[in-house]
T-cell receptor, first 113, second 113 residues
Framework: DQQVKQNSPSLSVQEGRISILNCDYT??????FLWYKKYPAEGPTFLIS?????DKNEDGRFTVFLNKSAKHLSLHIVPSQPGDSAVYFC????????????FGSGTQLTVLP | DTEVTQTPKHLVMGMTNKKSLKCEQH?????MYWYKQKAKKPPELMFV???????INESVPSRFSPECPNSSLLNLHLHALQPEDSALYLC????????????FGPGTRLTVT
């Protein structure tokens, strides 16, 4: 049973526009959420995180929104740049879980010049 | 130094071979992890070390044997692997105080023949 789901395997966006990547989760015990970016032949790179006590966290061009009632989070990238093209993984964790992360299956973002 | 390094980058081994994967970080992180990632799938947690002690073993077969010689190094010893063990093996570490933010190495691409 997938506890973290990314239902869009791919997304294409024009350079300069907004990219919105979505993630849904089923485990209401999750209280910390993260986004990772992965380029081919590299390990995932931590991007941004959000605690369940917040509904928004912003870092430069990246903003993560959390809707706890809908068990949904999203990553907004504005403006999108060609260098943002990568696979984006959503991940979630439970307090006291010895720092285990549950990953979604990833979304391939392609930013077109 | 904000890197997690892994060697080798690629490894091909027979089912009767013994080999080791190495991981190193100099960020002062006291938690280190081994993940396995198959193609087009999210990373799956294998082992967690906290302060050089094994804290989580996700029911990994004994043909995988982790070792943490010191706070900067993490090894994964491989013996009598099966072809289905072919995957990308990722090492990660996380900082004290930000336990859910894991920093990944580039991975070792393992092929078992």
């Amino acid at each position: 049973d997938q506890q973290v789901k990314q239902n869009s395997p791919s997304l294409s966006v024009q350079e300069g526009r907004i990219s919105i990547l979505n993630c849904d989760y089923t485990n209401s015990m999750f209280d910390y959420f993260l986004w990772y970016k992965k380029y081919p032949a590299e390990g995932p790179t931590f991007l941004i995180s959000i605690s369940s006590i917040k509904d928004k966290n912003e870092d430069g061009r990246f903003t993560v929104f959390l809707n706890k009632s809908a068990k949904h989070l999203s990553l907004h990238i504005v403006p999108s740049q060609p260098g943002d093209s990568a696979v984006y993984f959503c991940a979630a964790s439970v307090a006291g879980s010895a720092r285990q992360l549950t990953f979604g299956s990833g979304t391939q973002l392609t930013v077109l010049p | 130094d904000t890197e997690v390094t892994q060697t080798p980058k690629h490894l091909v081994m027979g089912m009767t071979n013994k080999k080791s994967l190495k991981c190193e970080q100099h960020m002062g992180h006291r938690a280190m992890y081994w993940y396995k990632q198959k193609a087009k799938k999210p990373p799956e947690l294998m082992f967690v070390y906290s302060y050089e002690k094994l804290s989580i073993n996700e029911s990994v077969p004994s043909r995988f044997s982790p070792e943490c010689p010191n706070s900067s190094l993490l090894n994964l010893h491989l013996h009598a692997l099966q072809p289905e063990d072919s995957a990308l093996y990722l090492c990660a570490s996380s900082p004290t105080g930000r336990p859910y933010e894991q920093y990944f190495g580039p991975g070792t691409r393992l092929t078992v023949t």
